[in-house]
C-alpha cells in the first residue's frame, strides 16, 4: 500500500469517526446553551468523568489524523512547497493540534 493510499484511508475512517462526535458535540452545546447552565455547572459535571474523558480524547485523536491530511492535499495542490516541507508542516500541525487537544480535555475532565 501506497503512503497516499494509507493518508486517504486514514482520513476517511478519521471522518467516519468524526461525524458522530461533532454531532453529540454540537447537540450538548444546545442542550447547555438551552438550559443555561454556567460554565462553572458544566465543569462540575465533566469534572472526573471517565466518560467525557474518553469522548473527547478519542474526538481529540480522531481530529489530529483528519485535519493534517486534509491540509497536506491542500498544501500540495495550492503551493509550490516541495513534498518535505508539506509533511513537516503538517506533522507540525498534528502536534500541535493533539497537545492543545488534549491540554483541554485534561483541564475539563
Not at 26 to 44: F, K, P
Not at 48 to 65: E, H
Amino acid at each position: 500500500m501506497t503512503v497516499v493510499r494509507g493518508l486517504f484511508i486514514a482520513q476517511r475512517y478519521s471522518a467516519m469517526l468524526l461525524a458522530p462526535f461533532v454531532l453529540i458535540h454540537l447537540a450538548l452545546i444546545i442542550i447547555v446553551v438551552r438550559n443555561g447552565l454556567t460554565a462553572e455547572e458544566i465543569l462540575s459535571r465533566t469534572n472526573g468523568s471517565t466518560l467525557w474523558f474518553v469522548f473527547y480524547v478519542a474526538f481529540v485523536l480522531a481530529v489530529t489524523v483528519h485535519a493534517p491530511i486534509g491540509v497536506r492535499n491542500v498544501l500540495n495542490e495550492w503551493t509550490r512547497l516541495s513534498g518535505g516541507v508539506v509533511n513537516v508542516i503538517c506533522l507540525c500541525l498534528a502536534l500541535l493540534m493533539l497537545s492543545t487537544g488534549l491540554r483541554a480535555v485534561f483541564a475539563v475532565t
